[in-house]
C-alpha cells in the first residue's frame, strides 16, 4: 500500500479538477468555521468559478469579505427568504461567471425561537414562521428563482445541508427539527420537477453535529457532539470531509444520484448502540 505524504496528497487534490470549468453559488459563509466557507474553498479547489452570497446583516459580522478576495470571488449580499434580491443574485452571478449555473450550496438556517432561548413547549408562533421562512422555505425560493431566471444549467447539482434531528427527536434542536424535516420535502418534491425540465438534481446532506458558529450556539452541543463521537464508527464527520462530499456531489461522478438524504456522519445515523457510549468517560 501506498501511503502519501500531506504535500504529495495536496497536489493530488489539487490535480483532481472535479469541478473544472463549472460555475456555483454557495450561500451560507460566515467566516471559517463555517461548512459554506469550506465548501466554497474545496469547489474553487477543483477549478470551479463561484460567487458567494448571505444576508446583509451576516455579511456585516462575519468574515464572507475576506473569503471572496481569497478565492476571487464575488459577493452578491442576498436575503435568501427575500425574492427580489434571489433573482438579482442568479441574474448577478450569471453575468459575472460568464453563463449558467451548474451548483448551488444552500447553507442557511436560523431559528428565533433557539436564540431567544424559548422551550419547545412555549414557542413563539411569530418566530417559528420567521425560522420556517429563513430556514426551510427559502429552499424552495432559491430553486424557484432559480428557475424562473433560467439559471441552470442541465445536469446542474443543488444541495442544502440538514440534520438528523428531522427524523429523530434531539430535544433541544426545537422547531429547527421541523424546519429540516420541511427542507428535506422541498428537495423530494422540487427534485422531481428540476430532474423532469432540467435533469438537475436536488439532494440534502445530513452532517455530524459539526462545530460551526451558528452550531456550537445550540443549547447541550458539547454533549450531543460528544454522544454522536461515541456512537459513530467513524467518529464525526468534520467541515472539510463535507466539503469534500458536497464536491463529489456537485461533480459530474453523482450526475444520476438525485432527491436524496444523504446521511454523512460517520455512521451514527445506523447505530443502535455503540458499547462505547456506555462507557463514562
Request: glycine share 8%; with cysteine.
Amino acid at each position: 500500500m501506498v501511503i502519501l505524504d500531506t504535500e504529495t496528497k495536496l497536489m493530488t487534490e489539487q490535480n483532481m479538477q472535479l469541478l473544472q470549468g463549472k460555475r456555483g453559488i454557495v450561500f451560507g459563509a460566515l467566516d471559517e468555521n463555517s461548512i459554506a466557507w469550506k465548501v466554497a474553498e474545496k469547489c474553487v479547489a477543483h477549478g470551479s468559478t463561484i460567487t458567494l452570497t448571505n444576508a446583509p446583516v451576516a455579511l456585516r459580522m462575519g468574515k464572507i469579505q475576506e473569503l471572496g478576495e481569497k478565492l476571487d470571488a464575488e459577493v452578491i449580499p442576498a436575503d435568501a427568504t427575500n425574492l427580489e434580491d434571489l433573482e438579482n443574485l442568479f441574474t448577478r452571478s450569471m453575468e459575472v461567471l460568464g453563463g449558467k449555473i451548474d451548483f448551488v450550496l444552500h447553507a442557511v438556517g436560523m431559528s428565533v425561537n433557539v436564540r431567544k432561548k424559548k422551550a419547545y413547549t412555549d414557542l413563539n408562533y411569530d418566530w417559528m414562521l420567521k425560522s420556517m421562512d429563513i430556514s426551510a422555505i427559502s429552499f424552495h425560493k432559491v430553486m424557484q428563482t432559480a428557475v424562473k431566471t433560467e439559471a441552470l444549467s442541465d445536469w446542474g447539482s443543488i444541495l442544502a445541508l440538514t440534520y438528523i434531528a428531522a427524523q429523530r427527536v434531539f430535544p433541544d434542536y426545537s422547531e429547527m427539527a421541523e424546519a429540516k424535516a420541511l427542507l428535506e420535502s422541498f428537495a423530494r418534491s422540487f427534485g422531481y420537477h428540476l430532474g423532469e425540465q432540467k435533469k438537475v438534481r436536488v439532494n440534502t446532506i445530513s452532517q455530524s453535529p459539526t462545530r460551526t458558529t451558528a452550531g456550537s450556539g445550540i443549547k447541550g452541543f458539547d454533549d450531543f457532539f460528544g454522544y454522536a463521537e461515541k456512537m459513530s464508527p467513524l467518529g464525526n464527520a468534520d467541515a472539510d470531509s463535507c466539503a469534500d462530499f458536497c464536491v463529489v456531489l456537485f461533480s459530474d461522478l453523482s450526475r444520476m444520484v438525485t432527491m436524496q438524504n444523504i446521511y454523512h456522519d460517520g455512521g451514527f445515523s445506523s447505530m443502535g448502540i455503540n458499547p462505547r457510549a456506555l462507557t463514562q468517560s
